[in-house]
C-alpha cells in the first residue's frame, strides 16, 4: 500500500507541475520535451554506438544507464509489473530506466511491424535481459520475452519459447494469447491440455515453418532452486542460409548435458555465477561464430549479489569468452546476421 500510495502522490505532483490532468496525458504519446534523460542516453546509444565496438561514447552512456538502474529498487520494478503499467503511465514514463525499458519494446514492435529481412538475413533483436526476438524473411518468433507488454508481440511471431519458469524468463499473458491463438509455446513447464505437443520435458525436435528445433534439458543450478532448463538449438532455415543459433536461458553450462547436432552460429548465453563457466561450452562442446552475452542488469535482481550483474561487469566477461566474436548487446539494439557475418541493424 506505501508504493501505491506514493505512485499517487507522484503523479499528483508531476500533473500540478505539467498543469493537465491525468486523463489528458494517459494516451497522449509523450513529446521530446518530456523524453527522461534516461531515454536520450539510449536513443544516443542506439544512434551513435555498437555492441561490436566499445567506444568512450557507448561506456560513458553505459555508466549513466548504470547509475540510473542502481537507482531503481527490485521491489519498486516488481511493483510495476504486478500492476500492469499502461504504455505511457506515469511509472514508465517518468522514469529514467523503465522508460529505456519500455522505449527498447517499442523499438523491436516497430521493427516487427515494418521491416522484414531479404533472403539470407536474419534480424536479432534483444530486447531485455535474455529475451529475444529473431524475425527470418518469412517467420518471426520470440524467446524468453519478459515484459509486461509482451502479449504485443503476438500478431508478429510464430512461435514463443522460454528456457524455464523462472517468471524473468517468460510471460504468461504471451503465453496463453498464443496458445489461444493456436500458435506453438514450447516449453518444459506450460502444458495447457493434456499430450500438449509443445510441451518439451526432454531432447526433442520440432518443424515450425521454415524453423527446424532441437531442444534438451539441463539444469539450472546445483541447489535446492534447481529447474530444469531448456536449451534452443534453431535451425531458421534455407531462406537464412540456414543460419542456426542458440538459446540457453540460465543453463548451469554442464557440458555432458547438451546435445548440440549442428555448428551454432550465434550462442546466447547468461553471465554466468560461477566465473567463466560459460567456457564449459563455448571452444568445447560448440565453436559458436558470435557469443552474445546476456541477462545483464535484470533489475528484478535485488543487486549483484543475487546476479543483477552490472553493464561493467558483463563487458569484462564477454572479453574473457572463448570465442572471439563475444559481445553484449543492450536492450532494444537490433542486429542482422548476413554473409556469415553479425552487423547492426539501424
Known amino acids: 500500500m506505501r508504493y501505491f500510495s506514493f505512485l499517487i502522490m507522484l503523479s499528483a505532483l508531476l500533473m500540478t507541475a505539467c498543469g493537465k490532468p491525468v486523463d489528458d496525458q494517459t494516451d497522449k504519446e509523450p513529446s521530446v ?11 544516443k546509444l542506439w544512434a551513435e554506438t555498437t555492441p561490436f565496438d566499445v567506444s568512450k561514447t557507448r561506456l560513458d552512456i553505459f555508466d549513466k544507464i548504470q547509475g540510473y538502474a542502481d537507482g531503481h529498487t527490485s521491489t519498486a520494478f516488481k511493483y510495476m509489473l ?35 529481412p531479404a533472403n ?35 500478431p508478429y511471431i510464430d512461435f514463443y519459447a522460454s528456457t524455464h519458469i523462472h517468471s524473468d524468463h517468460k510471460s504468461e499473458a504471451l503465453m496463453e494469447l ?22 518439451s520435458n526432454g ?9 527446424s528445433l532441437h531442444t534438451f534439458i539441463t539444469r539450472h543450478n546445483n541447489s535446492s532452486t534447481n529447474v530444469p532448463v531448456t536449451v534452443f538449438q534453431i535451425d531458421c532455415g534455407g531462406d537464412t542460409g540456414n543460419f542456426v543459433m542458440m538459446h540457453s536461458g540460465d543453463s548451469n553450462f554442464i557440458a555432458s548435458e547438451y546435445s548440440v547436432t549442428q555448428p551454432i552460429d550465434v550462442y546466447i548465453p547468461r553471465y554466468a555465477q560461477s566465473p567463466l563457466h560459460e567456457n564449459n561450452i563455448i571452444g568445447k562442446v560448440c565453436e559458436p561464430d558470435y557469443v ?32 572471439e566474436n563475444s559481445y553484449m548487446p543492450f536492450w532494444g539494439e537490433a542486429m542482422v546476421w548476413k554473409d556469415n557475418k553479425l552487423s547492426i541493424l539501424r
Open 82 to 116: 504486478d500492476y500492469n503499467a499502461d504504455k505511457y503511465s506515469l511509472t514508465v514514463k517518468y522514469d529514467n530506466i523503465l522508460s529505456c525499458y519500455d522505449a527498447a519494446f517499442e523499438k523491436v514492435l516497430d521493427g516487427l511491424k515494418t521491416k522484414k
Open 33 to 43: 520535451s518530456t523524453k527522461t534523460d534516461g531515454l536520450v542516453l539510449l536513443e
Open 292 to 323: 552474445l552475452l546476456s541477462h545483464i542488469l535484470e533489475l528484478g535482481h535485488k543487486d549483484i549479489s543475487e546476479s543483477r550483474w552490472s553493464l561493467e561487469l558483463g563487458l569484462e566477461r564477454a572479453s574473457k569468452l572463448d570465442c
Open 120 to 154: 539470407g538475413e536474419v534480424y536479432i533483436w534483444m530486447l531485455y535481459n535474455m529475451g529475444y526476438v529473431v524475425q527470418t524473411p518469412s517467420m518471426a518468433f520470440a524467446i524468453d520475452v519478459y515484459h509486461y507488454r509482451a502479449a504485443e508481440l503476438e
Open 203 to 211: 531432447t526433442k525436435d520440432y518443424k515450425i515453418k521454415n524453423c
Open 178 to 199: 498464443m496458445y489461444d491463438k493456436g500458435k506453438p509455446v514450447i516449453t518444459n513447464f506450460y502444458e495447457p491440455e493434456k499430450n500438449y505437443e509443445y510441451y
